[in-house]
């Protein structure tokens, strides 16, 4: 049996007629940019997530950037970013010519807080948190330490629709919260998409005006802006996905549970869901000393597993010029070497779940 990491098709088929109904509504429609379906699903996802605004954008990579300018974040600035994150969540820094500054992750692998007062500088602006892998971070001191230095918090939740801490959404509980909408998010839209979130109606509108030239009435530009706008078939078919994001979560949940339950192997460390947060399993990621022979051994029984990500941004080529080297960020270089993602996505069967445990249980390195 074949099993890719990732396999997309299989949740389009799910609701393969509402779907491709919608495609139709839309390009019957004559209309495609910043329409009704854009603005709709602006209210649907503002109010799943539990925030007042919604602004669709063309990507989490602009969601994040176009945050982080508008907060009036620039060179010279501060932002404190976990160092085993995605790129883009520094790169949302960097363009704007601000300066990341790393935390290391903990055992869940989100922003280990207990020394994050020692990081804050009087150029510290930020804190930027990355619910990783899916699982939200908690966050009742990164809520207390912002509140004392006055920094804003900003949740990059490209990966965490749906997750909680304390009973509360990600990107509900900082200033703002960025989403991606890329097809292989939990939600994942036929193409690229992005939002943010936001409860400061003035900072929605700011977004609103970014996004389309510094215009909100056509050829009136009150700032210069960018061309970032979420297209009417990506938000009409969002509003689709939408209304299943809790099946879809629940199934990937269903899945992880067997995960966690059934596979056992001393050679393999399984991940770990803290207190008070919940994960939406958009990665699952074991980790393990022996990565290298256990990946061609899953590759030798036609199962595909993916390494998110194998190096860290600060050891980035991209990011020479930062002028940091190995060993300046162990905890992180330490889960480059080790994590491994192995395959888990909706519409999994319960055959190949079956084969995915039998085939790790019998690895002995
Ligand atoms: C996918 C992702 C992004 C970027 O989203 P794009 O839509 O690809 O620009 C940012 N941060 C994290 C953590 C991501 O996983």
Redesign the pocket.
Known sequence: MKINANVLDRQYFMHQKEYEDKVLDVLRSGYYILGNEVKEFEKEFASYIGSKYCVGLA??????WISIKLLGIKEGDEVLVQSN??I??VM?ITMNNATPIFIEPNEFHNMDDSNIESYITPNTKAILV?H?YGQATKMDKILEVCEKYNLKLIE?C??SHGSMYNKQMTGSIGYVG?F???PS?NLGCFG???AIVTNDEQFAEKVKTYRNYGSQKRYYNETIGTNSRLDELQAALLRVKLKHINELTQEREQLAQRLLNEVKNPLIELPKVDQDCTHVW?LFVIQTDLRETFMDYLSKHEIQSLIHYPIPPHLQEAYSDLGYKVGDFPVSERLAERVLTIPLYNGMTKEEMDYLIQTINQFKG
């Open positions: 990507n989490g990579l602009d969601a994040l994150t995605y883009a969540t949302g990355t990783l990059d490209a990966q960025c991606s909408f890329y998010k690229d998409g992005g958009h």
